[in-house]
């Protein structure tokens, strides 16, 4: 390519980078509330119609409880790390990380924690609103939660390898055996808030693909806007290891149901939608 | 608009829920804006979920830019020249497309917040153009120019590469404002078709 035709490459990329602004602008202003939707030309975004309609209907702007819990959930996120920063027990579930032998490892942990709905039996009762659900609506429940870093890597107890975890290496961390804790975060929709009391128990999928209850000295509290606290501390368990791919399945409900859950055949886990998941899953925990 | 400076978001990061407030108030719309667009433009966002998906990945980004105490959000440096809104636009972006190309909402699976990252964004680098867009860019010109015609590159030339006001282009060419006018929107078109047909982002 020539030096000439290098020029005109520059200039597309300056008139790529200029459509780009301005339809970002123009988006902005639509979600903003600075300008209506159907203030915009009919070719001002994209000369497809359908497209940019459906543009701008994805931009019409939020409203003032989603702002209220974005706001919410970055000041729980905050004050987690400033905890986290302060206490020396509480790591990350997003990037756990280990001590070992003097090194940190990583365990970067997929967390795809997820929202269960649960209900009692018998099992035809409706799953929205009004039973033992409360505000818990099947079809919308499934806040991603917030899995918050630590800035800190654990420390103290939870930071020593479990005994006979000795085997393992860095190179080999299938062999590593340690206790974890972690701390998890997330908003329940606005239609949620009113269960305040929420109790929370852990599952993690096995190695056979089978959720076994994990975890212990759950807290969980959750703020008028709903935004959702929760610290757990993991067991020891030989899956939880560096780089193993974790899923945690955070169970959600009323908080006297929820403390018999696994013994009480009268609470059925209903469903689980995790962060990266299209659908609501349906399934089942005996 | 609210003027946002770095000072309030040291407030916002020190807990203060006014200045926190007007943070997102401000940058909520332009990472909406910003999903929406790469989104739609990535072939996702149609259908029934199509707005929570945008709400939720827009969830996503801003608690992003909190993340590490504000990491990203302490990057952005005025001085650079960059506004807020157009620093935060460049990070969502790339975030959103990292999302659709890791076809996972987790925000943690490609951190954006990463200094090299950060640093390229907050400066004006940001804008450059990089070897591989360089490349597409070529591809897409060569196609571009049989289109075009004489007069074509000529006007291309004379309203993009040199930048020419539409006055100078009327008198160099000996057009009317509307032929100009009508040409350069011509242009624009091909070159966003081209492009589009090529799969460009």
New interface residues.
Partial sequence: ?SEH?D???????????A???A??EL???????ERTADAIPSDAID?DAD?QA??L??????DDV??A???D???A??HG??AAATQSNVISM??FRRRRAGAFVTLAV?A?AAFVVLRTSPPEDSVDGGDALGVFDAATVG??L????S?KSSRGSDSQPAEGAGSGTEEDPLALQVPTSGEVQW?LRPDQVAAAAVGAKVFVRGPDGGLIPAGDEITVTVAKTGAVRMSLQLDDAPYVRSGAQIDVVVVVGDADMIADLGDDAGIEVIGVKA??A?RFIRFSVD | MEDITPATIERALGGDRVALDGLVATLTPAIQAEVARALVRGGAGRGRDGRQEVLDATQEIFCALFAHEGRALRAWDPEKGRKLVSFVRLIAKRKVISMLRSNTKNPWADDPTEHDKIDVIAGNDGDALHHEDRDALSTLWSRLKPHLGERGVLLFQLLFVEQEDVEDVMVKTDMSRDAIYAWRSRLRKQARSIGQEMGLR
Avoid at chain 1, 7 to 17: I, Q
Avoid at chain 1, 27 to 33: K, N
Avoid at chain 1, 57 to 62: I, Q
Wanted: charged residues 30%; without cysteine; aromatic residues 4%.
């Fill in positions: 390519m035709d020029k005109f490459v520059e200039a597309l990329h300056s008139m790529r980078r459509d780009e602004e339809e970002s988006l902005r202003q639509v979600a903003a509330g000369e497209t459906l543009l209907e994805l931009s019409a702007p939020a989603f702002r819990s974005l706001a959930r970055v000041e996120q905050l790390e400033r997003g990037a997929a795809a806040y991603t917030t899995v918050t870093k800035p908003v962060p990266g299209k």
